[in-house]
């Protein structure tokens, strides 16, 4: 196999799991390459996401390793054989990587996460609030890259609306809801789009109001996806450096935790959504 050009995520986080299984087997990159026919540079590659592995050799890498996680390799194989161009590939070369990376990552993920403080979390967002957020960056972009960002972050709501959508959760503290983003018209159509998403059975909408007591949270804001094997789960976060994609296993179960907490603290969805009512009539 050639090697790639570019690595998404995925691919990265594929080689990633492999160089974690190698290393627990107590294995040098050597020693696993002559196990199944390579040399060290390739397996260097694979480890990278720069190069391919095929369904053989990875459950060939997991025997040697002695992994008996039959989910996780399945998973694995998964990633390594899916092969369908994503819509978000019209996007490559005309957007940030990582705004491709989270479209793949919400589109292969089991379950969705969220929790935001400051903004309506995007899946949820109006085009007018996506506008606003996204063409309020200092330097000002171009109105056609603010188009073509406004374009896919409505395109990601497809995991939402496809014949097998994507079970969503999402805990929204009262300040993102008040925040208005945009003129009182669309702050009142962003939190009606909010109130007729949260009648599908699959997506669930808390609240955590600013009368909450004992509430100590307010950094916690995340994006969570959940694999087929909880050990591909991912979390991704804002820094101030750009996106951050989380997937050690000790920061994965305490987000895991963190996101309980959030949701024990936050309203229940039917007081959640009379809150939100209450929002809106406001304006």
Same mark, same amino acid.
């Given at each position: 196999?050639?090697?790639?050009?570019?690595?998404?995520?995925?691919?990265?986080?594929?080689?990633?799991?492999?160089?974690?299984?190698?290393?627990?087997?107590?294995?040098?990159?050597?020693?696993?390459?002559?196990?199944?026919?390579?040399?060290?540079?390739?397996?260097?590659?694979?480890?990278?996401?720069?190069?391919?592995?095929?369904?053989?050799?990875?459950?060939?890498?997991?025997?040697?390793?002695?992994?008996?996680?039959?989910?996780?390799?399945?998973?694995?194989?998964?990633?390594?054989?899916?092969?369908?161009?994503?819509?978000?590939?019209?996007?490559?070369?005309?957007?940030?990587?990582?705004? =491709?990376?989270? /479209? @793949?990552? #919400? +589109?292969?993920?089991?379950?969705?996460?969220?929790? %935001?403080?400051?903004?309506?979390? $995007?899946?949820?967002?109006?085009?007018?609030?996506?506008?606003?957020?996204?063409?309020?960056?200092?330097?000002?972009?171009?109105?056609?890259?603010?188009?073509?960002?406004?374009?896919?972050?409505?395109?990601?709501?497809?995991?939402?609306?496809?014949?097998?959508?994507?079970?969503?959760?999402?805990?929204?503290?009262?300040?993102?809801?008040?925040?208005?983003?945009?003129?009182?018209?669309?702050?009142?159509?962003?939190?009606?789009?909010? =109130?007729?998403? /949260? @009648?599908? #059975? +699959?997506?669930?909408?808390?609240?955590?109001?600013? %009368?909450?007591?004992?509430?100590? $949270?307010?950094?916690?804001?995340?994006?969570?996806?959940?694999?087929?094997?909880?050990?591909?789960?991912?979390?991704?976060?804002?820094?101030?450096?750009?996106?951050?994609?989380?997937?050690?296993?000790?920061?994965?179960?305490?987000?895991?935790?963190?996101?309980?907490?959030?949701?024990?603290?936050?309203?229940?969805?039917?007081?959640?959504?009379?809150?939100?009512?209450?929002?809106?009539?406001?304006?």
């Amino acid at each position: 196999m050639g090697l790639r050009k570019q690595v998404t995520a995925r691919q990265l986080r594929l080689g990633t799991e492999l160089r974690k299984m190698r290393e627990a087997a107590g294995l040098r990159a050597t020693e696993a390459a002559a196990l199944i026919g390579a040399n060290s540079a390739q397996m260097s590659q694979i480890e990278a996401g720069r190069s391919g592995v095929s369904e053989e050799r990875l459950r060939r890498m997991a025997a040697h390793y002695s992994c008996t996680d039959v989910t996780l390799i399945d998973a694995l194989v998964a990633m390594a054989t899916e092969r369908t161009r994503g819509w978000w590939e019209e996007f490559r070369d005309s957007l940030p990587e990582a705004f =491709l990376d989270l /479209s @793949e990552l #919400e +589109h292969h993920a089991t379950y969705r996460w969220d929790v %935001d403080f400051l903004h309506v979390p $995007g899946l949820l967002q109006t085009e007018s609030y996506a506008r606003a957020i996204l063409g309020y960056r200092v330097p000002e972009l171009p109105a056609s890259d603010v188009n073509l960002r406004v374009r896919h972050r409505l395109e990601r709501r497809v995991i939402l609306e496809r014949p097998r959508p994507t079970p969503y959760q999402a805990v929204i503290h009262e300040s993102a809801l008040r925040i208005r983003v945009g003129d009182r018209a669309s702050a009142r159509a962003q939190l009606s789009h909010i =109130l007729a998403c /949260s @009648e599908a #059975e +699959h997506v669930t909408v808390r609240v955590i109001p600013f %009368d909450l007591d004992g509430f100590a $949270g307010a950094d916690s804001a995340m994006v969570y996806a959940g694999a087929s094997a909880t050990k591909l789960d991912t979390v991704v976060r804002d820094t101030p450096h750009g996106a951050q994609f989380i997937d050690s296993e000790a920061q994965l179960s305490a987000l895991r935790t963190l996101f309980r907490r959030m949701v024990e603290k936050a309203l229940d969805p039917d007081r959640s959504r009379d809150f939100i009512h209450g929002l809106a009539k406001e304006l």
